[in-house]
């Protein structure tokens, strides 16, 4: 099974500052024959089921902000908030969907304002 | 509206049985794989269990196989989970999430969520 580590656990940042988040698996999840790289990202508010931020490691879900973004390849990726907001207090999750289950999750980073 | 609504949650002894039902509506829902993601209380996110569109090929986690069916009604764009033999491991709040298609290729990363239904496995 591929599994999903998470840096740091949790992080306090400035509102307006730059947050990141950072997501390694075991082994790529770069798929050679299309060039894409199987990861998602989510966010969890408290009291709230995940939402989808990002896929493909880098292309953003309809209606989601773009002071969040996604990079990487291979093993290691990363999210980026540019200017966090008070509605960017949340829980974050990176999970890879590569090839055959399960497709797992990272154990989350918690961001809060400092 | 898209929209997932999970039910059947509970109270359940450990060794019991229930059944959850995930009812979708605003999209074609025979079309898409499905899945069932747990989080137990102030943990992360575990993927349990996932089945395919209309072949219905299903897939799980070592830690409910055997013990949990996936299965899924076209006819009435519902989703269940039918889980036995449970432990105190397998509280949670058990989400309902939808996957992605492109074409014929299935995709599993979770673009839809329900609000979720709590399982509790105790005495």
């Known amino acids: 099974d591929i599994v999903m580590t998470q840096s740091p656990d949790s992080l306090a940042v400035s509102l307006g500052e730059r947050a990141t988040i950072n997501c390694k698996s075991s082994?790529?999840?770069?798929?050679?024959?299309?060039?894409?790289?199987?990861l998602a990202w989510y966010q969890q508010k408290p009291g709230q089921p995940p939402k989808l931020l990002i896929y493909w490691a880098s292309t953003r879900e309809s209606g989601v902000p773009d002071r969040f973004s996604g990079s990487g390849s291979g093993t290691d990726f990363t999210l980026t908030i540019s200017s966090l907001q008070a509605e960017d207090v949340a829980v974050y999750y990176c999970q890879q969907y590569y090839t055959s289950p399960p497709f797992t999750f990272g154990p989350g980073t918690k961001v809060d304002i400092k | 509206e898209v929209h997932l609504l999970e039910s059947g949650g509970g109270l359940v002894q450990p060794g019991g049985s229930l059944r959850l039902s995930c009812a979708a509506s605003?999209?074609?829902?025979?079309?898409?794989?499905m899945s069932w993601v747990r989080q137990a209380p102030g943990k992360g996110l575990e993927w349990v269990s996932g089945?395919?569109?209309?072949?219905?090929?299903?897939y799980y986690a070592d830690s409910v196989k055997g013990r949990f069916t996936i299965s899924r009604d076209n006819s009435k764009s519902t989703l269940y989970l039918q889980m036995n033999s449970l432990r105190v491991e397998d509280t949670a709040i058990y989400y309902c999430a939808k996957g992605v298609r492109y074409s014929s290729l299935v995709y599993w990363y979770f673009d839809l969520w329900g609000r979720g239904t709590l399982v509790t496995v105790s005495t």
């Open positions: 082994q790529s999840i770069l798929y050679s024959s299309n060039d894409k790289n199987y």
């Open positions: 605003g999209f074609t829902f025979s079309t898409y794989a």
């Open positions: 089945i395919r569109d209309t072949v219905g090929d299903t």
